[in-house]
DNA sequence: CGAACGATTGATTTTCATCAAGACCGGTGG
DNA sequence: CCACCGGTCTTGATGAAAATCAATCGTTCG
C-alpha cells in the first residue's frame, strides 16, 4: 500500500491491520460482529489488490471468485447487449461492494473498469458463504447489502422509466453527493470521474443532454459546473426540483 | 385450497403436502437437499395464503416477515416516489418469489398488489435465514434467488436506458413469453393480466405508445393481438427485431 | 340499456436525439 | 514558448420519437 490516503485511520489500530482504510473491515464493523467474529472475518480478507486507470477488474462471463469492496478509486460496471452496445449500470466509489451480481449463475453479468487509479480488498465468495453460516450477524449483513442492491436498482428503474432529462441529472448529482458525503468528502463540492458520455449512458441520455441539463441547471443557480467539478449550491432545491416535476 | 390449478400435480405426494403446486417445495427441489434437509424446510412452509384481485399483500414501510412465492395468480410490484408517482418494478407470477426488496432494510420497499385471485406459499425470513445457516445447499440457492434478481433488475436498466418503444415491448413480450413457458404454460400464446397502462409503466411509456407498439407489432405479422390475448407468430422474429434496431 | 372503462387511432406538441460547428483544455513537439 | 493536435465539452439547428390531447369504438357490468 503506497499510496495516499485522504480519509484519515484511526490511530487505535486493530489487530491484522496492514490495510489502514480498508473497505471489508469496515464493511465487518457495520455488522456488529463480536470480537471472536470480527476476528475470523477479518482473517479471510485480501488486501492491497491495485487496478490502475482502464484496467478490468473482471469481465462478463469470468467466474466469481472474490467479492470486493473499493479502498479508494473508482469503478463503472456495464453489461452489453448481444449486439454490442453497452449500458452502465452502476458506478462504484469507496466502501461499495463490486460483484453481487454475479452470485445468481456463478459468473460475472457484467464488465467492470477502473476509472481511476483504484485500491480494492476482497474476500473469497465461498469463504465469506462459509462465514455467515457460522456468525449469524454477518448473514444478517450480507443479506442486507445484497438487498440494498436490489433497493438502488428499483430506484435506478424509476429514474429511467418515470423522469425527464434535467431531473434525471439531478437525481444524478443528489446521488453522488450523498454517496460522496457518506465516505468522508463534501456533500456539496466535489470532482465527478466519469465523463459525460458515460454520465450519459448511464441515465439513458446522450452526452449532449447531459451537458445541456448541467447548463440548465446552472443557469437556474443551482449548481456550478466546470467540467468534471461541481458545486451544488443548495441540496434542498435541487431535491426540490425533481419532486416538483412531476 | 378450493382454487382449482392448471398445472397438474405429480401423483407420488411427498409428506406434507397439503398444497399440490407448492411453489416453495419446487423451489427447495431446485436446490437439491438431501431427503433430511428437504423434510426441515417443508416444514417451515405456510401454505394456501390466498390474495383476492386488488387485494395488497404487502405495503412499503410494513416489516418484512414472510418471503411468498407465488403457486398461480399474478402479482405487480411498485415503488412510489415523494410526491405519489408510482413506478412498477415488477410482474410476479407462478414460481417467482416475492418481497426480497425488504431485506436491505427489514421494511418493504414497495407495494405488491395481486392482478387476480392469486395463492401463495410463504416461509417467515427468519427462519429461512436459520435454515440457511444449517443447509449450505439451502444458502447458495437462496443466494442465486437474491442474484437473479439483481440480474434482472441490471437487464431492465438496459431496456429502459436503450431502448425505444417498440423494442421494448418487445422484450417484454419475449419475456412473458420465456417465463409462461417455464411455468408450463403456451411460449407463444397467452393472456396477459396487466393492461395497457400498467405495461407503459413498467416500460417507461405512455398507454398510447405501448398500443401503438402492438398494433404496429401485428401490422407487421409478428404477433396477434386481442386485447390482453396475444399470440407471437415467431419468437425468433421477435428476438430479431430487438437485435437488428441497436 | 346505458354508464364506465379500456383500447385504439388521429392530430398536435414537446422532448430529446442527431447532426454539425466551435470552444476549451492538456499534452507534445517544433 | 507557442503552435498544433486530440479529445471532451458546449452550443446551435434540425428532425424523429414519443407524450399529450382528443375522439371513437368495444366490452363489460350494474
Not at 176 to 184: D, E, Q, V
Request: aromatic share 6%; proline share 3%; hydrophobic share 40%.
Amino acid at each position: 500500500m503506497n499510496k495516499l490516503h485522504a480519509v484519515t485511520s484511526s490511530p487505535a489500530a486493530p489487530l491484522f491491520l496492514d490495510c489502514p482504510d480498508c473497505g471489508f473491515m469496515a464493511w465487518g464493523r457495520r455488522a456488529r460482529l463480536s470480537a471472536r467474529e470480527t476476528r475470523m472475518f477479518d482473517e479471510r480478507i485480501e488486501h492491497g489488490r491495485l487496478k490502475k486507470h482502464h484496467e478490468f477488474l473482471h469481465r462478463a462471463g469470468a467466474p466469481l471468485g472474490t467479492l470486493y469492496i473499493i479502498t479508494s478509486g473508482f469503478l463503472k460496471t456495464s453489461i452489453s447487449d448481444n449486439n454490442g452496445h453497452e449500458q452502465i449500470t452502476g458506478f462504484s466509489m469507496p466502501g461499495d461492494v463490486v460483484g453481487m451480481e454475479a452470485i445468481a449463475t456463478g459468473k460475472y453479468q457484467c464488465n467492470t473498469i477502473a476509472m481511476e487509479d483504484t485500491s480494492l480488498c476482497g474476500i473469497a465468495f465461498a469463504a465469506l458463504e462459509q462465514l455467515n453460516r457460522d456468525i449469524p450477524a454477518l448473514q444478517q449483513h450480507f443479506h442486507q447489502t445484497l438487498g440494498a442492491e436490489i433497493t438502488r436498482d428499483h430506484d435506478m428503474m424509476l429514474v429511467l422509466g418515470a423522469m425527464r432529462a434535467e431531473e434525471r441529472v439531478a437525481v444524478f448529482l443528489l446521488n453522488l453527493s450523498r454517496r460522496f458525503a457518506a465516505c468522508g468528502h463534501s456533500a456539496t463540492c466535489f470532482h465527478m470521474p466519469m465523463n459525460r458520455q458515460e454520465i450519459g449512458n448511464y441515465l439513458g441520455l446522450t452526452l449532449e443532454t447531459v451537458s445541456r441539463a448541467f447548463s440548465h441547471l446552472a443557469s437556474s443557480g443551482l449548481i456550478v459546473v466546470n467540467n468534471k467539478e461541481v458545486e451544488i449550491g443548495n441540496l434542498a432545491d435541487l431535491q426540490q426540483l425533481v419532486r416538483q416535476s412531476r
